[in-house]
Nanobody, 126 residues
């Protein structure tokens, strides 16, 4: 059984930065495509970023491209989301997710990820 635990959320002013981490235990982390999703109050969960298990190819939503960076450390079983130039619209609960199917492609829909963390709250004040 795989477990995902996020950390690093908090309150930050617009224009500031936050670094979210996700620690993964169980299974073979190096074979997991990892993703970050977020859900704002009253809205559906949306894709933020993902990093492929093979080669580390990254994918971003248009809303965060150029501001957020996803990375992974297979030796530490962690995935990090560095968030810069934060905006009030980035306020949401952020979730780490794993696609353990060793996919060829990187999926951006939540239904393609089979394991989830409990989420960490990010609040950006304007």
């Amino acid at each position: 059984q795989v477990q995902l635990v996020e950390s690093g959320g908090g309150l930050v002013q617009a224009g500031g930065s936050l670094r979210l981490s996700c620690a993964v235990s169980g299974g073979t982390f190096s074979k997991y495509t990892m993703g970050w999703f977020r859900q704002a109050p009253g809205k559906e969960r949306e894709f933020v970023a993902a990093i492929h298990w093979r080669g580390g190819r990254t994918t971003y939503s248009d809303s965060v491209k150029g501001r957020f960076t996803i990375s992974r450390d297979n030796a530490k079983n962690t995935v990090v989301l560095q968030m810069n130039s934060l905006k009030s619209e980035d306020t949401a609960d952020y979730y780490c997710a794993a696609d353990r199917s060793a996919p060829v492609v990187t999926y951006t829909t939540s239904g393609d990820y089979d394991s989830w963390g409990q989420g960490t709250q990010v609040t950006v004040s304007s």
